[in-house]
Structure formats: structure tokens, C-alpha cells
């Protein structure tokens, strides 16, 4: 494993945020802005700089100080240069695959950590690839997913493993993500991720194969366990043991992707029979059967309307584009809560509560990936040693935890049962 020999004090600024224009960045930019501690040099970068200025403007405060940078994610050139200015980019440029590679390529040689909020499984695959080696070399931590797609999902299993592990109670097996209760509504860039991949595993059989094998973004697939089938969840299904009906989770096809190379990048330290599902939890009975086949026709029918050109086209006329977003009222209306149930080796049952208040896809994201970014920036020396390609919970795992408690944000486990 690569030690991070750490980005020297030389760096102009402590945090860059790419993509600042955008709907999340500038809400990324104001929690910044209201957020960071005294003395945190940040800059605000994208294409525009009418844009650029009109985004310091509307956040006002500590912002109206904060320097400009122009750059566009199509120009290596400005991305290398971007990379070399900054500790850490906290980038919401996409969607990644189509315009994102160049500035993970650019940080990962110039030892600069990284955090963005993808959900496409195959550009981190093709990061991974092609950049773990460099970001290994240079000590760069280049950290995908660091919103709602895939924190709650990858902090909360981590905090399971080390509560089990303090209580010597064995390696996590059976593990459910199970949502309770959710009001948001997807961003635009998330829609547009979406159309991407669907384009892509449409036109390229092998691709598909990559997005859907449970382990697409496992370091070494041949050394995973072989659990038998280990599909996402598709259709209702009824768990006793939780006394609800379950539905399928539409984030389940990339957060169960970064959960699993967590543990592999831990010497699957969950354990070798970890074995981890995402779903909707809808309750008990008939009512709770009725709402899981209803979720499940919604999102198939969701994705099957997005996948066929002339549905899509009707589609785009309702559904948010990248850049927009919903009202602050609306925004601050949502919230998410989630229980992480698993079952250690020696029988013990634990859960991992996890809530947030605000929208999940803008008002909780931006927490998300602004703590995220402060963490990189400002709790080196609490950070595991690691680099390369990684996930929230292998590069910053307890620290990030703690900051986002702080912040309002739910992680909390208790034992069940034992």
C-alpha cells in the first residue's frame, strides 16, 4: 500500500471547487463559504468568468474575497495547471466519463487530492484503470462519490466494521442498506449521468457487462469471494427478518460498487462472506407489498423511458437539467434516513442509523462534498496512509464521519442484538 507523502504548503490554494457555476457547486460554494474555518484559502473555477463572478457575488460573505480561476474541462493544459494550484479539487464538472477523466488524470500526477460526487460506475472503473497507479506514486487521494451517491452507503458499513471489531464480534455477512424515509429529488447532473450510462452499456455489450458485475470496481475481481448471486435487488421481495417488503433503490447500482471496494481495499477487512444489498424499505403487510411493486414499476419504468430516444425527449421536458435545481424552500423541506442493518460471524446484530435534514441530491450532498473536501484539506494528519483511486471510507473514514456528525448529519450505531 502507497504511503501519501503529502501535498507540500507551497499550494496557492487549499480547496478549488471546479464546476462552481453549476447548481450544486455553487451550493458546494456557499456551505463553504459559511462553513470553513478562518484562514482556508478557496478559489471558485469553471469556464465563465462573468459566471464565476456572478456565483462570488450571490454567495456574498467571505466569498466576495475568494480568487477566480478559469479553466475548461476539455483543456489538459488547464486542468494540470488547475491540479498544481490547489491541496484538494472538489470538483461537480459532469457528467465524469464525458468530461471528467482529464482532471483526474491531471491530479493524480501532481499529488492533489480529489473528491467529486459521480455515480457512473465506469468512468471510476476507467480511473481506476488508468490513474490508481499515478495517485499511488504522487500520494494524491483521488476520492469519487462523495455525496449522497455513495457517503451514507460507504461511512455507514465502515462504522459497522469498527464497532463490530471493538466488540470482537466477528466479520460483517448479511448487510442491508435499507432507506426508511426520503424526500428530494435527483439533480440534473444525476439525470444526466444516467442518460450516459445508459447510452453506454446500450452500445457496448462489454460495458454492460462491467456496470452490472457486482465487484466492477474491486482492485483484483478474481480475488473476491464467490457468494453465489449477488445481483441488485430488481423486484419486491419480503424479509422476515426485518418484518418489511423491500423495493428496489436506484442508487444500489453504484453505492453497493464503492461499499465492496472499500472492503477489498481493506484487505476485505468486512469480512470474506460480506455480503451487502441496498434497498427501499416499504413496510409490513399488503400496504407495504403495494408500495414496494409500485417503486419497482416507477423505476423501471424510469429507466426504460430515459433508455428510449423518443420517451427521453418527453422526459427532458420535466426532469431538471445539469445547472438546475429546486427552489431553497423546496430544498430544505427534504431530508433522508437510512438503517444499515448487518449480522456479524458470531451472530450479533447491528445497525448504523443514518440521517441527514435537506434535499439529499443538493442540500445534504453539498455538505457531503464540502466537509469532504475541508477533511482532505485540513485533517492530514488523522487521514489513513493510503492513495490512489479510493473511496470515501478508505481515505477518510473516521475523520469525515466525525465532520459530517458535526455538521448535522446522522452516523450512529448500536447493537441490536447479540
Not at 285 to 295: H, P, Q
Not at 297 to 308: H, Y
Not at 340 to 355: E, L
Request: charged letters at 20%; a neutral charge.
Amino acid at each position: 500500500m502507497a504511503s501519501v507523502r503529502g501535498v507540500t504548503d507551497h499550494r496557492e490554494f487549499d480547496i478549488i471547487v471546479f464546476g462552481a457555476t453549476g447548481f450544486v457547486g455553487k451550493l458546494t460554494a456557499d456551505y463553504l463559504a459559511r462553513h470553513a474555518p478562518d484562514g482556508v484559502a478557496i478559489a471558485l473555477a469553471g469556464r465563465s468568468q462573468a459566471r464565476l463572478e456572478g456565483v462570488r457575488s450571490e454567495v456574498g460573505g467571505r466569498a466576495g474575497d475568494w480568487p477566480l480561476v478559469i479553466a475548461d474541462s476539455t483543456d489538459a493544459a488547464a486542468m494540470q495547471s488547475l491540479a498544481e494550484r490547489a491541496r484538494v479539487v472538489a470538483t461537480t464538472v459532469g457528467p465524469y466519463r464525458q468530461y471528467g477523466l482529464p482532471l483526474v488524470e491531471a491530479c493524480a500526477n501532481a499529488g492533489t487530492d480529489y473528491v467529486d460526487l459521480t455515480g457512473e460506475v465506469l468512468f471510476i472503473r476507467e480511473t481506476i484503470d488508468r490513474f490508481h497507479k499515478a495517485a499511488q506514486a504522487s500520494g494524491a487521494r483521488i476520492v469519487h462519490s462523495c455525496g449522497f451517491d455513495s457517503i451514507p452507503s460507504d461511512l455507514g458499513v465502515f462504522l459497522l466494521h469498527q464497532a463490530a471489531s471493538a466488540d470482537e464480534a466477528g466479520d460483517l455477512e448479511e448487510t442491508t442498506y435499507a432507506v426508511i424515509a426520503l424526500k428530494g429529488r435527483p439533480s440534473g447532473g444525476t439525470i444526466a449521468s444516467m442518460k450516459g450510462m445508459i447510452d453506454d452499456v446500450r452500445a457496448d455489450p462489454e460495458l454492460r457487462r462491467v456496470a452490472e458485475h457486482p465487484y466492477a470496481l474491486s482492485p483484483e475481481r478474481a480475488a473476491e469471494p464467490d457468494l453465489g448471486p449477488e445481483s441488485d435487488v430488481r423486484s419486491p421481495v419480503h424479509d422476515p427478518a426485518l418484518g418489511t417488503w423491500l423495493a428496489p433503490f436506484v442508487m444500489a447500482a453504484i453505492n453497493t460498487r464503492v461499499v465492496r471496494r472499500s472492503n477489498a481495499l481493506l484487505d476485505w477487512a468486512y469480512g470474506r462472506r460480506f455480503r451487502y444489498r441496498e434497498v427501499m424499505a416499504t413496510g409490513p403487510g399488503i400496504t407495504g407489498r403495494a408500495k414496494a411493486l409500485a417503486l419497482a414499476g416507477g423505476i423501471g419504468a424510469l429507466v426504460g423511458a430515459i433508455g428510449f430516444r423518443p420517451s427521453r425527449a418527453l422526459l427532458d421536458r420535466f426532469l431538471p437539467a445539469p445547472g438546475e435545481g429546486p427552489s431553497e424552500r423546496a430544498r430544505a423541506r427534504g431530508f433522508f434516513t437510512i438503517d444499515i442493518h448487518t449480522r456479524t460471524s458470531t451472530g450479533r446484530h447491528y445497525v448504523c442509523h443514518v440521517a441527514a435534514p435537506g434535499d439529499p441530491g443538493y442540500a445534504a450532498t453539498s455538505v457531503m462534498l464540502g466537509e469532504s473536501a475541508l477533511c482532505l484539506a485540513l485533517d492530514r494528519e488523522r487521514l489513513p496512509p493510503r492513495a490512489g483511486i479510493l473511496t470515501p471510507a478508505t481515505a477518510m473514514g473516521t475523520a469525515l464521519a466525525d465532520r459530517l456528525r458535526h455538521a448535522g448529519q446522522t452516523y450512529e450505531v448500536e447493537v441490536t442484538s447479540s
